[in-house]
């Protein structure tokens, strides 16, 4: 048997002053789509914003319904938005803003394991990384590289035979 060590280094922000004036930037948008969402089930908002290697910024925020839980979380609105609209252009950057109504949240929501996997298919398209910031309305700021380290043994079409 063997066994292996699999984890990854998080960076952790008291406050966003660290963060690069882009990185603020889509973190202000990821909040003001998250304050947008509809969540009337849940009560649990979020919002992304995309950064895209021309430049633009696509937002999105979970969509719920009656047929609960048959919505759409934040990220993927955003990253299929993305897809749609820019395809073959990178993403640069993903931005996530959760929060909820119900109680504060002392540390930020990392993606759920849909999302995880929509955003590592992007991430192997183009070949790079997608750095991705974490937040909460109060507290620390999470910053991972990529979505490999936190979906380290992700299903990719290479399970699929000859692509």
Same mark, same amino acid.
């Given at each position: 048997?063997?066994?292996?060590?699999?984890?990854?280094?998080?960076? !952790? /922000?008291?406050? $966003?002053?660290?963060?690069?004036?882009?990185?603020? %930037?889509? +973190?202000?948008?990821?909040?003001?789509?998250?304050?947008?969402?509809?969540?009337?089930?849940?009560?649990?908002?979020?919002?992304?914003?995309?950064?895209?290697?021309?430049?633009?910024?696509?937002?999105?925020?979970?969509?719920?319904?009656?047929?609960?839980?048959?919505?759409?979380?934040?990220?993927?609105?955003? !990253? /299929?938005?993305? $897809?749609?609209?820019?395809?073959?252009?990178?993403? %640069?950057? +993903?931005?996530?803003?959760?929060?909820?109504?119900?109680?504060?949240?002392?540390?930020?929501?990392?993606?759920?394991?849909?999302?995880?996997?929509?955003?590592?298919?992007?991430?192997?398209?183009?070949?790079?990384?997608?750095?991705?910031?974490?937040?909460?309305?109060?507290?620390?700021?999470?910053?991972?590289?990529?979505?490999?380290?936190?979906?380290?043994?992700?299903?990719?079409?290479?399970?699929?035979?000859?692509?």
């Amino acid at each position: 048997m063997k066994k292996k060590q699999i984890g990854f280094e998080l960076q !952790i /922000f008291e406050d $966003g002053s660290e963060l690069s004036q882009m990185e603020q %930037k889509l +973190l202000q948008q990821a909040d003001t789509a998250r304050l947008n969402a509809y969540a009337p089930y849940s009560n649990f908002k979020v919002g992304a914003a995309v950064l895209m290697e021309n430049g633009e910024v696509v937002i999105g925020n979970n969509q719920e319904n009656a047929a609960y839980p048959a919505g759409l979380c934040a990220e993927r609105v955003a !990253i /299929f938005q993305a $897809g749609a609209r820019f395809p073959g252009v990178a993403i %640069k950057c +993903l931005a996530i803003s959760a929060g909820s109504d119900g109680h504060a949240l002392s540390e930020p929501a990392a993606p759920c394991g849909n999302c995880r996997q929509s955003i590592i298919e992007y991430e192997q398209k183009q070949t790079t990384s997608i750095p991705i910031l974490l937040k909460a309305p109060k507290g620390p700021i999470y910053k991972c590289p990529s979505m490999k380290d936190i979906l380290p043994l992700a299903f990719n079409s290479s399970f699929l035979g000859d692509s």
